[in-house]
């Protein structure tokens, strides 16, 4: 109980210098996050540097809140690689691996077939209506990297909202009330 | 200054930082593993070879997959995935990768195998540039690791080459209830019918058409096995585009 004592006694001690003082440390948090965020983003080349696996299709590989790093350079798309994609009409992006590639002479454009590793069947079902194969802008990027069971903060916070507003309450009054 | 919030805030910077050095030097351990896998793969058999009705070629081959991946394994590689790729070159692309068939190796016990297996994925081209195509089997391994970077890599081996001309199943050769355009029914009968008539009129409607007039899938199955001995005694060389006419 002293530790909350503690902090209320200095939310009543705040004046204004200290205020504007917490103010800007907590502007400094929040960019820096964002600055990471978009660092991450031009030196990885995709659009999302960081996915979470949502679902069990790349099992025993990847499994539910695993998180994935990605990376979206120029090379070309070789099968075995596992990307990340997105169907038109679908908006949560899929981790799959590449099965099929036939790469144009002229163009160089790429047409692509996918699988996961823990379905049966390769991923035409769940492209576009009549989609037979994935082209290069259909793919956000390969993934590289892997860590186990981060990604489960994530989900957490999206499937129970209450728990991500008791945390983002709970760091912003930490920030607020502690004393350098 | 010593207060719960900041022993909690300290243990709790402290743990993840080691956590996230243990998983670095993990990850960095890998590389110096210098692996050292061997593969042979064998073409056993051509089951059959066609044009499908809409203008590519598709071949079924039985494969003998022979490979020893047990260098791969390192204390931070949680599974191997392993497969074998068809690679070629055609007039319109130039690189076509087909996965032929992959596997999931979950430990260094299981890392050193032997498989007699068809193709599992089918084998088709984009267009009809299959005929006595020269083509590498690749085979291509993932290293994903507990935790940290993922390696891939691969033994290219050469020298194999499709025949010169289509050709059909001897029944006997194909995995029963296969259908050779691909997909599988339970019943045997069904099966006989859809397979020959697939092989032999690719338009179904041929098969539909002899339903809607009342014969019995049993009697068309007949027929078409009539035909399909026919064929075989002319020659054992005759092409699908010469035979298809014959129905």
Same mark, same amino acid.
């Given at each position: ?59 025993? #590989? ?67 209506? #009549? ?50 | ?16 930082? *080691? ?14 593993? =210098?692996?050292?896998?061997? =593969? ?19 071949? @079924? ?9 047990? =260098?791969?394994?390192?204390? %931070? ?10 690679? &070629? $070159? ?8 087909? @996965?032929?068939?992959?596997?999931? *190796? ?8 032997? *498989?007699?297996?068809? %193709? ?8 009809? %540039? ?18 940290? +970077? ?13 025949? $010169? ?22 019943? +045997? ?31 068309? @199955? ?6 399909? &001995?026919?064929?075989?005694?002319? @020659? ?12």
């Amino acid at each position: 109980m002293g530790w909350i004592r503690e902090q209320i006694d200095s939310i009543k001690s705040l004046n204004f210098r200290q205020l504007v003082t917490q103010a800007v440390s907590l502007g400094m948090i929040v960019t820096s996050a964002l600055i990471i965020w978009k660092g991450l983003m031009c030196i990885t080349g995709s659009e999302s540097p960081v996915v979470v696996v949502l679902s069990g299709s790349m099992e025993p #590989g990847f499994k539910r809140g695993d998180i994935l790093f990605l990376h979206m350079s120029k090379d070309p798309i070789r099968a075995g690689e596992i990307v990340v994609f997105n169907v038109d009409g679908r908006e949560i992006p899929i981790v799959h691996r590449v099965i099929k590639v036939h790469e144009r002479q002229d163009t160089g454009e790429v047409d692509v077939l996918t699988k996961g590793d823990n379905n049966f069947g390769d991923d035409r079902l769940l492209y576009a209506h #009549g989609q037979l194969w994935l082209q290069r802008h259909h793919i956000m990027g390969r993934a590289v990297g892997f860590l186990p069971y981060v990604g489960w903060v994530t989900i957490i916070m999206t499937e129970k909202p209450i728990i991500k507003y008791i945390l983002i309450g709970a760091l912003g009054l930490l920030v607020i009330t502690s004393k350098e | 200054m010593h207060s719960f919030g900041y022993r909690a805030n300290a243990f709790l910077t402290f743990a993840i930082t *080691i956590l996230a050095l243990m998983c670095a030097m993990a990850s960095l351990s890998d590389n110096f593993n =210098s692996p050292s896998p061997t =593969s042979q793969v064998q073409v056993l058999n051509i089951n059959w070879f066609q044009k499908k009705p809409d203008g590519d070629d598709e071949v @079924s081959l039985t494969l003998n997959i022979s490979a020893n991946l047990q =260098s791969l394994f390192t204390w %931070n590689t949680k599974q191997v995935f392993v497969f074998l790729a068809a690679e &070629y $070159e055609t007039p319109k692309n130039s690189l076509n990768q087909v @996965s032929l068939w992959d596997g999931i *190796i979950p430990s260094k016990e299981h890392a050193q195998f032997w *498989i007699h297996t068809t %193709n599992k994925y089918r084998f088709i081209d984009q267009g009809s %540039n299959l005929r006595g195509k020269d083509f590498n089997l690749t085979l291509h391994w993932h290293v994903m690791p507990k935790t940290g +970077k993922m390696f891939a890599d691969k033994i290219v081996m050469s020298g194999y080459r499709l025949p $010169e001309a289509y050709s059909f199943a001897t029944a006997l050769s194909l995995h029963p209830y296969t259908l050779p355009t691909g997909g599988e029914v339970a019943n +045997k009968d069904e099966f006989d019918v859809l397979f020959l008539i697939r092989l032999f009129c690719p338009q179904l409607e041929m098969y539909r058409q002899f339903r809607g007039l009342g014969f019995r899938a049993g009697f068309i @199955s007949k027929l078409a096995i009539n035909v399909l &001995y026919k064929i075989q005694k002319q @020659s054992h060389a005759l092409t699908a585009e010469e035979a298809m006419p014959e129905l």
